[in-house]
Nanobody, 123 residues
Framework: QVQLVESGGGLVQAGGSLRLSCASS????????IGWIRQGPGKERDVLSC????????VYTDSVKDRFTVSRDNAKNAVYLQMNSLKPEDTAVYYC????????????????WGQGTPVTVSS
């Protein structure tokens, strides 16, 4: 069983930055593609970006393309989502999720999920 834990969410003012972390104490994350997915209030889950086991990154959501960056640190067994220039519309619960194959564009393609970390961006 793959267990993922997100951290780093919180309250930030518009224009600020946060870095979310995704870690696991049970599995080696570099064996999986790891996606960052968010669900805003009253909205569906959207896949923002994903990094493969080979460290190839795909961005799926245009609104975060120049502001959010996914990266891996295999030595720390962690994947990060650096979020800059945050906007109120970025308010959501952010999840990391894993799949043992290539990255997927739909949240339903991911097999293992963390519990989510909330991000609130105030105007």
């Amino acid at each position: 069983q793959v267990q993922l834990v997100e951290s780093g969410g919180g309250l930030v003012q518009a224009g600020g930055s946060l870095r979310l972390s995704c870690a696991s104490s049970l599995v080696t994350l570099d064996r999986y593609s790891i996606g960052w997915i968010r669900q805003g209030p009253g909205k569906e889950r959207d896949v923002l970006s994903c990094v493969t086991s080979g460290n190839s990154v795909t961005v799926y959501t245009d609104s975060v393309k120049d502001r959010f960056t996914v990266s891996r640190d295999n030595a720390k067994n962690a994947v990060y989502l650096q979020m800059n220039s945050l906007k109120p519309e970025d308010t959501a619960v952010y999840y990391c999720a894993a799949r043992p194959d290539y990255c997927g564009s739909s949240w339903s393609m991911y097999d293992y999920w963390g519990q989510g970390t909330p991000v609130t961006v105030s105007s």
